[in-house]
């Protein structure tokens, strides 16, 4: 019998936001009922505010056991897809498979996250923030600067 099915793949995420994601890396899980998966590609879509997205983007592929990828490291939120096709041909269907938020908390640069680091994020708290500035303070990607995203920001008080 033929194989017609097409692999399928899913993320192991070990996080959903991450500083600026340097060294980080994605894991990607693959089932094929066939001969086996030829390689996978990843993508990602790229937005300042969770809402709108830019096109698609062939970030790697990879063709080797475990499938490993890096994450893009410019602040903002990120949808991310695989691809797997097998050596018959068939080839996964394109679709979000996760959303990674990609930030720093050290908004002032000055190497550590503190209290002016709140300072400048509680400017923009509540009420109708630009989207350049939701892009930076709106960590958690609701649309607002509030205490969701002032709580973030506190994991990493240095």
Request: aromatic share 12%; glycine share 8%.
């Amino acid at each position: 019998m033929l194989d017609t099915i097409p692999p399928s793949t899913n993320f192991s995420l070990p996080y959903l936001f991450c500083i600026l994601c340097e060294n980080q890396t994605i894991i990607s899980t693959v089932h094929d009922e066939g001969g086996g998966v030829e390689h996978i590609e990843i993508y990602y879509r790229f937005s300042n505010d969770n809402d709108t997205w830019g096109a698609w983007v062939p970030h790697q592929t990879d063709d080797e056991v475990p499938f490993m990828f890096s994450v893009p490291t410019e602040s903002g939120f990120y949808q991310l897809s695989t691809v797997a096709m097998d050596f018959l041909g068939n080839t996964e269907q394109q679709v979000v498979k996760a959303v990674v938020r990609v930030f720093t908390p050290d908004f002032n640069g000055d190497g550590m996250v503190s209290v002016q680091d709140l300072v400048m994020m509680a400017h923009h708290f509540g009420g109708t923030a630009s989207a350049e500035h939701r892009a930076i303070y709106d960590i958690d990607g609701n649309g607002a600067i509030d205490l969701d995203d002032t709580a973030i920001v506190l994991k990493y008080w240095s």
